[in-house]
């Protein structure tokens, strides 16, 4: 069996995210693994764990990110512009991926998904959080 990426699968992340923010949105019942079992039938631990990672977190990631987002509200993004951030964020804080990783990972992301100054915008934020982190190391 072919092993996907991790671009691959944050890709999928980024799918499954912005599906659950339209059913928030929406006011749609929905269950998580059902979400996640549209866009990848096959188990994946890295998807799951960042999916429900970024819901458990989702209010102290959305907080971080307005703090960053000069006079903007996360919830003013798109859902995909919402969704890269969020999963950049839950990397960057609640696992052992590399920044430098988590970073690019999101900008390479919005590069096809967003568009330019979104891309910027999430950049900025990523880089200000990451500099938080350092400082506080």
């Known amino acids: 069996m072919e092993q996907k990426s ?5 890709k999928k992340i980024m799918t499954i995210l912005y599906q659950i923010n339209m059913y928030k949105k929406n ?10 079992k549209e866009v990848e039938e096959i188990d994946n631990e890295f998807i799951k764990d960042t999916v429900y990672g970024v819901l458990t977190y989702e209010k102290e ?19 995909t512009d919402k969704a ?7 990397e960057l804080l609640y696992t052992n991926t590399p920044n430098i ?10 590069k096809l998904y967003s568009d330019d100054s979104v891309r910027k915008m999430i950049n900025g934020v990523l880089d200000k959080i990451l500099h938080q982190q350092e400082e506080n190391e």
Do not use: P, Q, T
Not at 27 to 36: A, L, T
Not at 84 to 90: F, R, T, V
Not at 102 to 110: D, T
């Open 101 to 110: 990783v988590c970073i690019n990972e999101a900008i390479e992301l919005a």
């Open 6 to 10: 991790r671009s691959e699968l944050r």
């Open 61 to 79: 990631i959305d907080n971080l990110a307005n703090k960053y987002l000069d006079g903007w509200k996360i919830d003013r993004l798109g859902n």
């Open 27 to 36: 006011k749609i019942d929905f269950n998580v693994d059902s979400v996640i």
């Open 84 to 90: 890269i951030l969020e999963m950049a964020i839950y």
